[in-house]
């Protein structure tokens, strides 16, 4: 039987009328050469951003199963356009919703997990001949309300379905052509991989290389699908997002990476005694705030000094639960510095070498930047540092692994 091909277009791609008749083209050419094509999509340009909006101004707290409702619809006009724009150039096209191709997820509105999805009516059009598009994003629970996956989470719907289908490859077109060893806007020489690991695209992602969503990725792993990062634009091959044992090569470091939408917190005095860790950080991710990097000092006089960072944006609902901590455990009132940058750098060449953080430290200690926190991982070393020295970090520690162009 011919090839089952999986294509996911974001946002961007699909921004305008025109853009969608240039991916329907795209589409096309698969097509005509007699592969059974699914097509995932996303909204159109921000028109999620906008849903959003919508509904601020009718309320700040509106019911969860509310705005799943309103934000699946993004989706729809995409896939029904997309359509359309397929029929007008002479390909036969099916769009479906998530409902109707029974992308059955749990009950959990904005951050739905897939748990099963039906391929028999996905099955029925391809047997017709036709294009299958499938809204991105979007499922539905058992009860049948619809639910949305989290943002971004339309990479999520184009894996699942590959690994449904038992498709090889599943193809995510954006506006990037690829995974870089870091944001070129930072980095000049910042050059494209042709493969990076699931593992290192996980850390990425959690860094807020916003290429892929993150459980598009632990898919890909699960499942054995290769996932295809690359421009809807242009014709260039991307990067192939595989499982290690495909890479013969394993870097040391593939990405270094700049975070800097965390603010860092410290509480210092905080007595020694067990259970005061769980206490502060069970109260705050029970606000579903997430703590990133933390640091406990070892015990001096029977005192800690705790620190750790979380999200600017948390800042609020945080600062009420640190204070009345602080207060109940008679430590110092919380120090909040909202000018850090988290700097790491990723690779799973990491786990059978050594001297890589020696390394980095190194590169930090030439250009005078002071390391105020380190935390490690087994293919990831992240070091705060003062805001205004992110982008030389990133650069000096690029070049001190010879990832540039020419180098
Ligand atoms: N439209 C959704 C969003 O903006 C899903 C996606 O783009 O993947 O988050
Ligand atoms: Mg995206």
Same mark, same amino acid.
């Given at each position: ?11 961007? %791609? ?32 921000? +028109? ?31 896939? %029904? ?133 993150? #459980? ?90 705790? %620190? ?15 204070? +009345? ?15 850090? %940058? ?53 650069? #000096? ?11």
């Amino acid at each position: 039987m011919a090839n089952i091909i999986v294509q996911k277009f974001g946002g961007t %791609s699909v921004g305008t009328p025109e853009r969608i008749m240039n991916v329907a083209k795209r589409i096309k050419r698969y097509h005509d050469q007699g592969d059974r094509v699914v097509v995932v999509v996303s909204a159109m340009g921000h +028109s999620t951003d906008e849903l959003i909006e919508l509904a601020e101004q009718i309320t700040k707290n509106p019911p969860k199963r509310e705005m799943d409702m309103l934000l699946s619809t993004g989706e729809q006009v995409s896939v %029904s356009l997309l359509a359309m724009a397929l029929w007008e150039i002479g390909t036969p096209a099916q769009s479906f919703t998530g409902s109707q191709v029974k992308m059955i997820t749990d009950g959990n509105f904005s951050n739905a997990k897939i748990e099963t999805v039906d391929r028999s009516k996905i099955d029925g059009a391809l047997d017709q001949g036709k294009v299958v598009i499938v809204a991105g994003f979007q499922g539905i629970d058992k009860e049948g309300n619809i639910t949305t996956l989290g943002r971004g989470g339309s990479d999520t719907s184009a894996v699942a379905l590959a690994a449904v289908l038992g498709a090889k490859e599943c193809e995510i077109y954006t506006d990037v052509d690829g995974v870089y060893t870091a944001d070129p806007r930072v980095v000049k020489q910042a050059q494209k991989h042709t493969q990076i690991t699931y593992e290192e695209m996980l850390e990425l992602a959690s860094l807020g290389a916003g290429v892929l969503h993150s #459980r598009s990725v632990e898919l890909g792993m699960n499942y054995d699908v290769v996932i295809h990062v690359r421009s809807s634009f242009n014709d260039n091959p991307g990067t192939l997002v595989v499982s290690e044992d495909k890479i013969m090569e394993k870097l040391k470091v593939s990405g270094v990476t700049a975070k800097n939408d965390q603010a860092r917190i410290t509480i210092a005095n905080v007595p020694d005694k067990p259970g005061l860790a769980a206490h502060l950080f069970g109260e705050l991710s029970s606000r579903d705030i997430m703590v990133d990097v933390i640091v406990q000092s070892s015990p001096y006089n029977g005192r800690n000094t705790i %620190s750790f960072t979380i999200a600017k944006k948390d800042l609020g609902a945080a600062i009420p639960i640190l204070e +009345s901590f602080a207060k109940s455990e008679s430590a110092e009132k919380p120090e909040i510095n909202e000018s850090i %940058s988290i700097v790491s750098a990723v690779g799973v060449g990491m786990k059978s070498h050594v001297g890589v953080a020696a390394k980095m430290f190194q590169s930090l200690a030439e250009s005078g930047i002071n390391i105020e926190m380190i935390s490690t991982s087994e293919i990831k070393i992240s070091c705060v540092i003062p805001r205004e020295h992110a982008e030389t970090a990133v650069n #000096r520690i690029h070049e001190a692994f010879q990832l540039s162009k020419n180098s």
